[in-house]
């Protein structure tokens, strides 16, 4: 398997432009995570997803985040309008039962 | 509510020394606890799960960890610290439910030096 696949790997943007992080998890896993990585805040879960319905969205740190996941081997994370402190590494990991698989994150820049 | 802590930020050792990185949990009922590990510029990887058992379990790179119920503990060790361990370790624990999410603590840097 290719574990999960998220992509962009890297994007520099400018504020107020929409950025779209793209979530491929691995399959069979029923559970997807976002995850937003800072030095300032550590690891922050955002949402996450069973069956692909969200169940907790309370990390989301405002309404400029939405997150979706329209199938079992395919969600997103969009930022809009993107700020500068949005500026951080994205994390998506699936799980089956108990321990998470991680992407390889994507890493954001909001100019 | 489910939780992790590590009280070290950083912990230094010397190559070929035992290492430990320190985890403690708070938990409502049975404790089901991770390690991973980040290196410079990737994902969380996996070292080791702790569901039921044996205390001592053992993982991935010969880590192992010490589940101690009584200091409600689970610290991670290594007998021969390599230069290559350095990195970024976390522990987590699962929360309840059954949904595989988990909490992560703050993370503590591992530095081996030569």
């Known amino acids: 398997d290719a574990g999960v696949i998220q992509s962009p790997r890297h994007e520099v943007t400018e504020m107020g432009q929409e950025v779209t992080l793209r979530c491929k998890p691995i399959?069979?896993?029923?559970?997807l995570f976002w995850y937003r990585q800072t030095m300032m805040r550590g690891l922050e879960l955002l949402i996450y997803?069973?069956?692909?319905?969200?169940?907790?969205d309370s990390g989301m740190p405002e309404d400029r985040f939405s997150a979706k996941m329209p199938n079992a081997s395919f969600s997103t994370l969009k930022i809009q309008p993107s700020e500068p402190r949005d500026s951080a590494v994205y994390f998506c990991?699936?799980?089956?039962?108990?321990?998470?698989?991680f992407g390889e994150g994507s890493w954001l820049t909001v100019v | 509510a489910q939780s992790v802590a590590q009280p070290e930020d950083q912990v230094n050792v010397a190559e070929g020394n035992p290492l430990t990185v320190k985890c403690t949990y708070s938990?409502?009922?049975?404790?089901?606890l991770f390690w991973y590990v980040q290196y410079p510029n990737r994902g969380l990887q996996f070292l080791l799960k702790?569901?039921?058992?044996?205390?001592l379990v053992k993982g991935s790179y010969g880590f192992e960890a010490e589940f101690n119920k009584s200091q409600t503990s689970f610290h991670l060790k290594k007998p021969s610290a390599l230069v290559s361990d350095s990195a970024l370790y976390f522990c987590a624990v699962r929360d309840e439910g059954n949904t595989g999410k988990l909490i992560f603590g703050q993370g503590t840097t591992l530095q081996v030096k030569p």
């Open positions: 702790y569901i039921t058992g044996d205390n």
């Open positions: 938990v409502s009922g049975n404790p089901y």
């Open positions: 997803f069973n069956n692909n319905v969200p169940i907790d």
């Open positions: 990991a699936s799980s089956l039962r108990d321990r998470g698989y």
């Open positions: 399959s069979g896993h029923n559970s």
